[in-house]
């Protein structure tokens, strides 16, 4: 393979079409070159790391305290077993985020100065719950709640967990769809409307099919949050894949199931992170491509 | 200015199908439309020319109740459509408006941007409303684009596709505002020829256009607007042969030097 500038420099002066093709070779060779130095920085950089991490003077202990493979394969199949408790947590959480997220930012897009107490309660709540941290909120509902005993109020801490991660979560995903409601052109609605369909029919049958699917990747973006977040339930005494690496923890002094707990979250996370990538890289070229 | 009008009645032959009287409009403190009036008979077509900022599409915005109007009437056959109260929809329903940007809803087919008020303003049943629909886009020579989402179309098809639209709702009036101003130069003609088959067919228009041949063409009357009058209005011929006022000959020298008339 040729890397001299020579080649490419004749090539440019005598390269037969304008653009095009001369700088597309131009560029693939280039991007030839780059993939080796990457390959080899990427080689470089990991192996200092590795050895100034097992270089280390307490490397051993940290080796057996967070390694050990009887532990960690020992706690794989009561981890991944409790997982499903964060998985039906993540499920219907996320059902319910999306439903009240799209209404708070409905009722925050309401036009008119007689709506003006709706927004200001919407926007209140919005910002209430992106400001306390998630963790004081679960603790509030999970044990404030049931602690008020009062007659007929479900004490199931699994059930207030759904209702704190949904409270939190649906603050963020409401801003979400806000802005792909504020992003679809005012011209939309007002063709809408002078077709004679009501305010609400354009929002739902114009605007909000819009909205929502350019709005798809973000959503996906703080799921992946919520996913993580569901192990917070773990504060509040329902035993899922986090507690149960915990118990386990507790009773060998070994950190090894935590690390069966991350792999676990990996593993779901990775998948949905390459999808949301795929989804805006494709929108990407739709955009361009209605553009051109 | 006409006295008794806003008494509700059947539409008599001579009621026209649109009556304006002296409509005034601004955005902030920079007025639009200063005092129109305008009547539009049924059938006829009549063209707003006059230069850029002179009022045109407000005033058709203001017929389709897209803007708030601050003094002044606008009637729709005997019934005053800026009365306080209007049920806005409904009035909708009857004024079609086809706009320069098309605005065709991007997330629906072809056939469903036609079948979708319809249905839902309507109440058309899905098969019925599609069905409706294709024939029409087939009268105007787009059936083989109904399944199309509307980025596949070329700007003139998008176009027509709005007009297609706006004719679904059956309108007895149809504004037009200054539809084919966003459109290449070879894509003009495909559009104009829908307009001349609407005129042709009876459907009263009140169009906004730059295309003075056009205008000349189709028009049975047109009114020249200059800072939110009209100011000088006439058949066709009179008023691009031998415009009375000042201001109306030197816009018809200047669009003549650039080419278009």
Known sequence: ?????????????????????????????????????????????????????????????????????????????????????????????????????????????????????????????????????????????????????????????????????????????????????????????AAARSLGLTRAQALRFVVLPQAVRRVIPPLLNDFIGLQKDTVLVSFVGVVDIFRTAQIKQAATFNFSPYLAVALVFILMTFPLARVVDWLVARDRRRASAAAR | MTTGAGTAGPASPATPALRIEGLHKSFGSLPVLRGIDLAVAEHEVVCLIGASGSG???????????????????????????????????????????????????????????????????????TTAESEALALLERFGLADKARDYPDRLSGGQQQRVAIVRALAMSPRLLLLDEVTSALDPELVAEVLDVIRGLAAGGMTMLIATHEMGFARDIADRVCFLDAGRILEEGAPDRIFREPREERTRRFLDRVIAAGRL
């Open chain 2, 56 to 126: 045109k599409s407000t005033l058709l915005r203001c017929v389709n109740l897209l803007e708030d109007i601050d003094a002044g009437r606008i009637f729709v056959g005997s019934e005053e459509i800026t009365a306080p109260k209007i049920d806005v929809d409904r009035i909708r329903r009857h004024i079609g408006i086809v706009f320069q940007s098309y605005n065709l809803f991007p997330h629906l087919r072809v056939v469903e941007n036609v079948a979708l008020a319809p249905r839902r303003v309507l109440g058309r049943s899905r």
């Open chain 1, 1 to 189: 393979m040729s890397l001299g500038p020579g080649p490419s420099d004749v090539d440019l002066l005598t390269g037969g079409l304008p653009g095009g093709p001369v700088r597309f070779r131009r560029r693939r060779r280039f991007s030839g070159r780059s993939s080796i130095v990457a390959a080899v920085s990427t080689v470089v950089f990991f192996g200092l790391l590795a050895a100034a991490i097992t270089g280390a003077p307490g490397w051993a202990q940290v080796q057996r305290a967070f390694l050990n493979p009887t532990f960690f394969w020992g706690s794989l199949p009561d981890v991944v077993g409790h997982f499903w408790v964060n998985v039906q947590l993540f499920l219907v959480a996320e059902v319910l985020i999306l439903g009240l997220g799209l209404v708070l930012a409905v009722l925050r897009s309401l036009p008119g100065p007689v709506l003006f107490p709706i927004r200001l309660l919407a926007t209140f709540y919005v910002d209430l719950f992106r400001a306390i941290p998630g963790v004081l909120v679960i603790y509030m509902l999970g044990f404030g709640i049931p602690g008020l005993g009062i007659a007929g109020i479900p004490v199931d801490p699994f059930l207030w967990a759904v209702v704190a991660l949904t409270l939190l979560y649906s603050a963020y995903v409401s801003e979400v769809y806000r802005a792909g409601i504020e992003s679809i052109h005012p011209s939309q609605e």
